[in-house]
């Protein structure tokens, strides 16, 4: 498997992995924030899917039909959808597309659930590697603690409860998400992971981010000539007063 | 073995032992699949489904439980995959994978229990004629393979071949129209429906010929009588039935 610059793509790909809790998503958007001020052309994909696939995925999980093969299945179904949809034109037009969550979380979770891990990576063989990987490695305590404080209520396969780990939900999602994390850790040289102590404050961790991706990325080759026109008035977002940089 | 002659006399089936082409479903033991799985493939018009309907009445006279399976009909995706076919949204790997869902969808939920039950599974298209469709467009064997390991091995498949002149009068005899789908009409051979029809009904064959290498399937002349065929199927599917 070769990265979208190995394979010649003129836009470059930046994902995130870690599990939940671990402060990845916070991240990602920092990133992104800075790129947008750099100017350089950014697209951050937040996984639309595609109405079809998100019926079925929907209608499995909610009726509880799914077993690890078609759970997986699916969700490589949705993944192509987006790969093919959404990502290769924006790495195709030169974009830095930046992804929360990639093929590795597939990876994960669905050898967690038994699936045989070479048939797993086989199947998303389609799909270039990103150019960088973050991975925020945080104590698996302090991300059960970010999601579970607030006594969510947790869907069946969130909390691997399919596994039959444990007839707790809550029991069942730390197991889960204790194994996913062994996963992880297990793939993090192979896929040349960018380990980021999550367990620093988050102005550290975007510091070493930023840093890394300067290094790593000639960003320079993706900035705009020239600032984007400000979109028509009634397109502009009517509150500002939470943006970070003052007006004017 | 009784040597008497005898009308109530049921054959027990002996097929062969079980395995997957790759690794299979996690936790399904493939001893355990103690019935036969027979697979008829085949373009639209070849003869399948009646062929089907036939051997079904055939073997359940014989005193053999049957259930029959085909492509999109799984409770989790079919509604879906045909709204997607409707609208040809869906880019070639996306497509390809849904199908994929709903063959594992009926295979765990149909196949396997019906073979470990003993029954004998008709498949009406299994994939093969899934993977022809996706080699016609394009798209890798060897990553087909890998997709479709959690297949079990059919203890036999047939291969109704006709030729594509042929599958066109019997198309338009039956529904006056061809079908968007198998003719191709996706792969932009030609505008013209017909043209595009024999161009892509030609590949698939060329398709199925490369996956006989793989597979070594029985190619049946789909061109003879309903009878004959069903002649040759019949010996066919007793010769397997009867142990290898």
């Known amino acids: ?248 | 073995m009784k040597k008497k002659k005898n009308n109530n006399h049921i054959i027990v089936p002996q097929p062969g032992p079980k395995k997957f082409y790759g690794q299979g479903i996690p936790g399904i033991k493939p001893e355990e699949l103690v019935g036969s799985l027979i697979v008829v493939e085949g373009a639209d018009g070849s003869g399948r489904s009646t062929q089907i309907a036939r051997l079904v009445d055939w073997l359940e006279t014989c005193g053999h439980a049957t259930v029959q399976v085909g492509l999109k009909r799984s409770t989790l995706v079919s509604e879906e995959l045909e709204r997607a076919q409707e609208g040809n949204i869906l880019s070639r790997t996306t497509l390809s994978l849904f199908y994929a869902t709903d063959f594992a969808d009926q295979l765990e939920n149909i196949i396997l229990p019906a073979l470990k039950a003993g029954f004998i599974v008709l498949a009406d298209r299994y994939i093969y004629t899934l993977m022809a469709r996706d080699m016609a467009r394009g798209m890798d064997e060897a990553w087909l393979r890998n997709v479709y390991g959690i297949a079990p091995v059919p203890d036999a498949v047939f291969y109704l071949s006709v030729e594509a002149e042929e599958l066109v009068q019997r198309n338009l005899s039956k529904n006056a129209t061809l079908d968007y789908w198998e003719s191709g009409m996706d792969l932009g051979l030609s505008r013209d429906m017909f043209d595009s029809f024999l161009q892509y009904q030609t590949s698939m064959q060329n398709a199925f010929r490369q996956l006989q290498k793989t597979y070594g399937f029985n190619i049946v002349d789909g061109n003879r009588s309903v009878d004959a065929v069903t002649q040759e199927l019949r010996k066919k599917i007793t010769a397997v039935l009867a142990a290898k």
């Open chain 1, 1 to 248: 498997m070769k990265t979208f610059g190995e394979s010649n793509f003129p836009g470059r790909l930046i994902a995130v992995e870690g599990l939940d809790g671990s402060g990845k998503s916070t991240q990602i958007y920092l990133l992104k924030r800075w790129l947008e001020a750099e100017g350089v052309r950014v697209y951050f994909s937040e996984w639309n899917s595609s109405e079809l696939v998100k019926s079925a995925t929907s209608k499995g999980k909610k009726r509880e039909l799914l077993s690890p093969t078609t759970f997986s299945l699916i969700h490589a179904t949705d993944f192509a959808d987006r790969y093919e949809r959404h990502l290769l034109p924006l790495l195709r037009a030169g974009y830095v597309v930046l992804c929360d969550r990639y093929i590795f979380t597939a990876f994960g979770r669905d050898t967690v659930r038994g699936c045989p891990p070479a048939w797993v990576r086989g199947i998303y063989d389609f799909a270039a590697l990103p150019d960088l990987t973050f991975f925020f490695k945080a104590d698996l305590e302090v991300s059960l603690k970010r999601i579970l404080d607030g006594r969510p209520k947790l869907k069946f396969f969130e909390a691997g409860m399919d596994l039959r780990l444990s007839a707790d939900p809550y029991e069942s999602f730390r197991i889960f998400q204790g194994r996913i994390l062994e996963q992880y850790l297990a793939m993090s040289t192979e896929f040349n992971f960018n380990i980021i102590d999550a367990n620093q404050r988050v102005e550290v961790q975007q510091g070493i981010v930023r840093q890394l991706v300067s290094q790593r990325i000639d960003l320079s080759r993706f900035k705009r000539r020239r600032p984007l026109p400000p979109p028509p008035a009634k397109l502009r977002p009517k509150i500002v007063e939470l943006e970070d940089e003052p007006v004017e």
